[in-house]
């Protein structure tokens, strides 16, 4: 049964990523998206939900990142940081210090990599600081720019994993664009930055950005399949439709949606054969993820009733690829037996971590509702134009619908879903939610 859905799961896929391209919110390739996600909806007899809502959308107009040696000037291989402040008028020329941050483990993708007074070892006053570690892992990082406030940096290069295929576009949050800690920010590959201090006594860059941020409209489209005698209780199933900047997004996230169309398609024909959920089951489409997770954080906003009507999110971040997957959930201990039976019916394993998962799950956690976001390992190329069709395969959708049929059947056939969490994902929830400033 899970290949006849894997393989509609992947035809939706292909079409976003072919058809519609780069999907950035607030677009027209966005919108050409989410209409594709209502004509589904429409095709197979199913309710939906439609929220429009304002988008911040980062237009560069330029973006320089040049070495000054020797009266010769040699333009380096970067991406800004889409929402961090411009550069005066003209550009700046400094010298750039690099410095090495902490890393702290959150959960499977929750490793953070914070910027602290010791990581600070020279006089950054007016230069270019230059910080090595993986940027995709830790954004957007407010802390770090907080830190650095104090030391008058002028700007700031963050780089990223020498295995990445090409340099990602990452975004720091839209709604400090203005606060006086913000910086002038760049990305860079992290190969190039170290031959750059290897090969240089002392390192002078010229950096120059302009850019135009502009709020359109964008849209969630979520399809709905109302339960039986529990139908006041929602399980909401999920992933964003919008990609990143230079980015396609297949992997990320375009496979998710493809996934969450396959289980509508999947419970609606159960249910049009009398076999029906307790529970109302919702199928959303979140735009507005890349640029902050405003889609899911404004629907959520304007529907407070169905916000508290939610029991359960299985969300996906990453998905299609035939690389091994993962869950990160969020919610009490018993969960862990709960996913060991799923793994018994579905006959495979997948890893099991516990902790926060920088996506709109964290725009549940101001009511503790429980989630879990299944994702694939191994991906480097987020954010990229390498990230396209060539690294999906149908089989990669197989233990995503299976696992989520299974435990869709399970949640349901239960008199009470498990709510709250964890002392210690409480903690750390409540750490990421804060600091990215996406929770309400």
């Known amino acids: ?77 970067h991406t800004n940081v889409c ?85 990602p576009y990452v975004y720091s949050n839209f709604e400090y664009r203005e606060a006086q800690y913000m910086l002038p920010s760049f990305i860079m590959n992290k190969n190039d930055v170290n031959k750059l201090f290897s090969q240089n006594d002392k390192v002078i860059l010229h950096v120059e950005l302009k850019t135009q941020v502009q709020k359109k409209e964008s849209t969630n489209t979520i399809g709905v399949i109302e339960g039986t005698d529990k139908q006041d209780e929602v399980i909401l199933i999920s992933g964003h439709l919008d990609s990143a900047v230079s980015s396609k997004g297949a992997v990320d996230d375009a496979g998710a949606i493809g996934t969450v169309m396959a289980l509508a398609e999947k419970y609606k024909a159960l249910s049009d054969k009398g076999v029906r959920t307790h ?10 993820h890349e640029p902050g997770l405003h889609g899911s954080k404004y629907f959520l906003q304007q529907n407070q009733d169905i916000y508290k009507r939610i029991k359960y999110n299985i969300n996906y971040d990453i998905v299609g690829m035939t690389t091994p ?15 060991e039976k799923i793994f ?47 690294n999906i395969d149908k089989r990669g959708f197989d233990q995503p619908i299976d696992f989520s049929s299974e435990l869709i059947n399970y949640l349901d056939s239960l008199e009470k879903i498990p709510q709250g969490y964890t002392d210690d994902i409480e903690k750390q929830l409540d750490i990421y939610a804060t600091r990215y400033g996406w929770d309400f």
């Open 1 to 77: 049964m899970s290949k006849d859905y894997s393989e509609i799961a992947y035809k939706h896929t292909r079409f976003f990523v072919e058809e519609c391209g780069e999907r950035i919110a607030g677009t027209a390739q966005m919108n050409k998206a989410a209409e594709h996600a209502v004509e589904v909806f429409r095709s197979l007899g199913m309710k939906y939900i439609q929220h429009h809502f304002q988008v911040p959308v980062c237009s560069t107009e330029k973006s320089v990142v040049e070495l000054i040696s020797n009266k010769q000037i040699t333009p380096l291989p």
């Open 83 to 167: 929402f961090c402040t411009d550069t005066p008028e003209g550009g700046l020329t400094a010298e750039a210090v690099l410095i090495h941050s902490d890393v702290k483990k959150m959960g499977v993708i929750g490793e953070i990599y914070p910027i602290s007074d010791k990581c600070i070892k020279t006089d950054i006053k007016g230069k270019i600081v230059v910080i090595e570690r993986n940027v995709l892992m830790d954004y957007p990082d407010i802390d770090t720019y907080k830190v650095l406030e104090k030391y008058k940096p002028a700007a700031v290069i963050f780089t990223t994993d020498e295995s990445q295929q090409g340099i």
């Open 279 to 288: 529970r109302t089951l919702y199928f959303a489409c979140w735009s507005g």
């Open 325 to 339: 997957y993962s869950i990160t959930y969020a919610g009490v201990k018993d969960f862990e037996a709960i996913f």
């Open 344 to 390: 018994e019916k579905c006959g495979s394993t997948l890893d099991i971590f516990s902790g926060p998962v920088p996506c709109d799950t964290l725009n549940l956690t101001s009511n503790k509702i429980p989630s879990l976001t299944m994702s694939n390992g191994g991906f480097v190329w987020g954010h990229t134009p390498a990230d396209d069709m060539k």
